[in-house]
């Protein structure tokens, strides 16, 4: 899919599933996180863990040559490719640029170069098991994802906790198709709906991100465990 591509679907607004597996250590809320990724597909992903710096060459380690980064800056994607030769990450003037920010709650886009499982080790974000964490929430399209790596149903209360006002729009990401889907928050039935109007809450797996519009803004608040 090229990047062209992406920035038209970009401007309809359509969102993201991965395989991943993850297993945090809730003791000491440190762990690790597996996303299994096929090379020269899109998928929409967020950092599951915080490592205390959260650029691009921490959070994305040991990753094939070439792959690609696509972070989003309000109206279009910026692209950021690995170089395995000089073990940097590259603007699109080929500028080093190994800081840039990818936070927890926060999606970009992952293109790897070749198949790759990527491994995220860090820390559960938040002050200690029961502690809370909020990810402010805007009317404008903003791509997002859980900040605690719970893997559920978005409208979970007690992990996933995405509680929206009516009206809310989700841009879901399907890599098998390489496309977005849409989907509208009904607060009368406290269901997000498809294209048809059919029931549809989304699982949204460990890592996996997706855009949301929110009219008037809120604040996504999720506990740790």
């Known amino acids: 899919m090229k990047t062209k591509t992406l920035l038209i679907a970009a401007a309809t607004l359509a969102v993201g599933v991965i395989s991943s597996q993850a297993q945090v250590y809730s003791a000491n809320i440190v762990g690790y996180v597996n996303q299994v990724s096929?090379?020269?597909?899109?998928?929409?992903?967020?950092?599951?863990?915080?490592?205390?710096?959260d650029v691009i060459t921490n959070v994305l380690q040991g990753v094939p040559a070439s792959s690609q980064v696509l972070t989003w800056n309000g109206s279009g994607y910026t692209q950021y490719t690995y170089s395995s030769k000089k073990g940097v990450w590259l603007d699109s003037l080929s500028h080093t640029n190994n800081?840039?920010?990818?936070?927890?709650?926060?999606?970009?886009?992952?293109?790897?170069?070749?198949n790759v499982t990527n491994t995220f080790v860090g820390s559960v974000p938040g002050t200690g098991s029961g502690s809370t964490v909020t990810n402010v929430l805007t009317a404008s399209i903003t791509p997002v994802g859980s900040i605690i790596p719970y893997g559920d149903v978005v409208t979970n209360a007690a992990t996933i906790n995405l509680t929206v006002p009516a009206s809310s729009v989700m841009q879901y990401w399907n890599p098998g198709s390489q496309s977005f889907s849409t989907l509208n928050y009904s607060a009368k039935k406290g269901v997000w709906l498809d294209s048809l109007s059919h029931t549809n809450n989304p699982f949204v797996a460990v890592g996996q991100g997706f855009f949301i519009s929110v009219p008037g803004g809120t604040n996504w608040v999720q506990k740790a465990p």
């Not at 096929?38 to 710096?53: A, K």
């Open 99 to 114: 800081n840039v920010p990818l936070l927890t709650g926060v999606a970009f886009f992952y293109n790897p170069g070749a």
């Open 38 to 53: 096929t090379g020269g597909q899109y998928y929409l992903i967020c950092n599951p863990l915080t490592t205390g710096n």
